[in-house]
């Protein structure tokens, strides 16, 4: 989290905004736990048991998304031969890559 989404003052690692007092634990918690299911997906990818795979990624993009994520329930999603929505991935995130990144030619 960059920025309080009440006032949007600055985070500043504090489970309280400083700002307008908002409670950003909540927020914070569902953070940790999409961690927590990432890293639970790459292990469970480790010991090749990519039904565990799929479900922990499809959890952690569900909390909280990141490209990051996005990236590693496409790579479940193939391996679990859900090609469909892994190609779906693929292209939100080319399109996504396409709108962020800006032309600066002269």
């Known amino acids: 989290m960059n920025k309080c989404p009440a006032c949007n003052a600055r985070y500043k690692n504090s489970r309280i905004c400083y700002r307008c007092k908002t409670d950003l634990g909540p927020l914070l918690d569902i953070e940790q736990q999409a961690l927590v299911?990432?890293?639970?997906?790459?292990?469970?990818?480790?010991?090749?048991?990519?039904?565990?795979?799929f479900f922990n990624a499809k959890r952690s993009l569900s909390l909280f998304y990141t490209p990051?994520?996005?990236?590693?329930?496409?790579?479940?999603?193939?391996?679990?031969?859900?090609?469909?929505?892994?190609?779906?991935?693929?292209?939100?995130?080319?399109?996504?890559a396409k709108t962020t990144t800006k032309n600066y030619s002269v």
């Open 37 to 53: 299911h990432k890293q639970q997906a790459v292990s469970a990818y480790m010991s090749n048991d990519f039904t565990a795979m």
């Open 68 to 96: 990051d994520s996005a990236r590693l329930l496409a790579v479940a999603a193939v391996l679990e031969k859900r090609f469909d929505l892994a190609f779906f991935l693929w292209n939100k995130l080319r399109t996504c």
